[in-house]
């Protein structure tokens, strides 16, 4: 008998046809005698047609109503499987967030798990119920309702499992685990059986958004056994109940991946945007003048290059910031211009990110060389590079990320 947490993503919830299929997985585990808890998302382009609805009624809205609204999608799907499972015969039940409870921080919208007491859960296995838990959402220290992010139900699922000390955490989704690119990009993408923890941290923060990334955070200091697996393959098929290695990809410690690749995966982040201050001030402060404004604005900035001006004294600073929070970005960086003594804030959108990854970085030189010489091949202009001991990141022109993509999958031999 294990213990484990099941969760079911948007397409995999789409209809009640497929709510019935994710039944069917869910009955497969009771019945091989497993303690289940289930989390699940709400109905594919439920979330977002809520989010439009916050949008429409008003742009600046309230960020506590705006998870009042958007947490609603998730109860729907915990209910509907409920009730699907009932019909199967399983004893299960829905839960919302604030009933287990899952306790976040105060920061609606994007709120962090702080503490989830396992023994709630815990209780219900030991009646030999399923519970069904709506993912996403928690409850914030104002006792109101607060969501966990666009993808947050893969953390819901992780943080649950961590708290019941779940033997596994599988999550259920569109495609049967995580590829060595997005297939959907790349059909010539390849499933790993095993990626390290650091790996799919850097593949979830750099795009890949086949797992949120606070999820792997937290697998990763919890040790949770994660799986990523199809919910669209037929629930009795031979292997599904696999308690060991069930198909799909297993998220885990490097020691565990016995045949390490140089690199692991390309990951690509599109709606990127450059803001470029010219002829800055070169003088200590002036960096904590632009990023301090930024960082009050909650803009996660990116890729940060500065050049020195021909006679020294000025500098070019040039950095990304998510396309969506260009605006607020450029409004507050008008505002320090006359401290910082820049010329002009120059900004451009629809930029792409694209992130060469794997572990195997650390030991081999000459990674970053092969990219910079296969993309010049096709005539890619690199915009800007960072780079990490196990990532490489590249700034080019979005109309080429999927030409990127797919010629850096190919040159270090990812098709194969
Ligand atoms: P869910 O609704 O189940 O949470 P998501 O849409 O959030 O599913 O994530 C699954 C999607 O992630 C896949 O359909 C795939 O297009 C995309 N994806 C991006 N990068 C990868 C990758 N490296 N491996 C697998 N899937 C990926
Ligand atoms: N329904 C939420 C979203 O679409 C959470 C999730 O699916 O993980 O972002
Ligand atoms: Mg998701």
Redesign the pocket.
Known sequence: MARIVMK?????VADIDRIRNVARHVKREVDAGNEVAVVV?AM?GKTNELVSWTREASAMHDAREYDAVVASGEQVTAGLLAICLQGMGVHARSWQGWQIPIRTDNSHGAARIVDIDGSFLIERFGEGQVAVIAGFQGIGPDNRIATLGR?G??TSAVAIAAAVKADRCD?????D????????VEPK?KRLSKISFEEMLE?ASL?????QVRSVELAMVHKVRTF?RS?FTDPNAPGMDDPINPPGTLICDEEEIVEQQVVT?I?FAKDEAQISLRRVADRPGVSAAIFGPLAEERINVDMIVQNVSEDGTKTDMTFTVPSGDLEKAVKALEKVKGEVGCDAVQSESGLAKISVIGIGMRSHAGVAATAFRALAEKGINIRAITTSEIKISILIDGPYAELAVRTLHGVYGLDK
Do not use: E, H, N, Q
Request: no cysteine.
């Open positions: 079911f993503g948007g397409t995999s998302s594919a993808g139900s893969d999550i259920y989704t569109d495609v685990g995580v590829y060595t690119t997005d297939p959907r993408a593949m795009g890949a958004k086949v797992l990523v919910s995966g990951a």
